[in-house]
């Protein structure tokens, strides 16, 4: 709440909603909600549920990734740098990884710190494709969540107008469904990303490198 009283632009739009709520009060009454059932909601949520798994798996199967092979190659020398560390048996000193001068009496302290240095450099690399490839899922999820819901997949359509007895009033079902396209949308892409990494962990669980 803090952060929304210092920020001019929310505050703004929450005039203009309480503004354009007054103006169209007698246009915009409440929407009876009695006929809503935990089952509604539990049956629409497994239907959203299983479109991320199908919307995460299209993803993993026909989005290739440009970057995959120096993904792989940056794994392996990460995986050889740490042998060699282990080979040497030598307490890591995260001190010389900023600065790793070289050593007249110790060449081989010289020689772990910057293989120390090379695999922090690794990992910052593949952190960073990793958010990259993360946010180029997570836009392609958004689309193709768009296409779904302008089709007539839509969250809160699906629970809130399923079994209506009294319609609503137009201007009610207009920003309803606005609202749903971009909502509905966003929980596909949201959750098919928690999807991806669900299975990714299930997969590095089941098949141990």
Known sequence: MKALYKNPIAIIF??????GFIYFEKQLPAIDLSHLTPGNVV????????????????????????EEKIKIQSKDRIADIDKFLEST???????????????????????IAKRMKEKKELEELLITMGLKRQKKMTIIAFVIG?????????????????????????IQ???????DIVLTAGIIAGG???????IKRIKQT???E
Not at 14 to 19: D, E, Q, R, S
Not at 90 to 108: G, L, M, Q
Not at 173 to 179: D, W
């Open 89 to 111: 048996n030598t307490p890591v000193d995260f001190a010389i990884i900023a600065n790793p001068a070289p050593s007249v009496n110790e060449p081989r302290q010289d020689q």
């Open 173 to 179: 079902t207009t920003i309803i469904q606005t609202i």
């Open 146 to 170: 768009l296409i779904l819901s302008f089709s007539g997949l839509r969250f809160m359509s699906g629970i809130l107008f399923s079994g209506l007895e009294a319609e609503p009033m137009p």
């Open 14 to 19: 929450a005039v203009l909603a309480i503004a």
């Open 206 to 208: 089941l098949q141990p």
């Open 43 to 66: 049956a629409m949520l497994g239907y959203l549920s299983i479109i991320m798994l199908v919307v995460e798996q299209f993803i993993e199967i026909f989005v290739t990734d440009p």
């Open 192 to 198: 098919s990303g928690r999807v991806h990494r669900l």
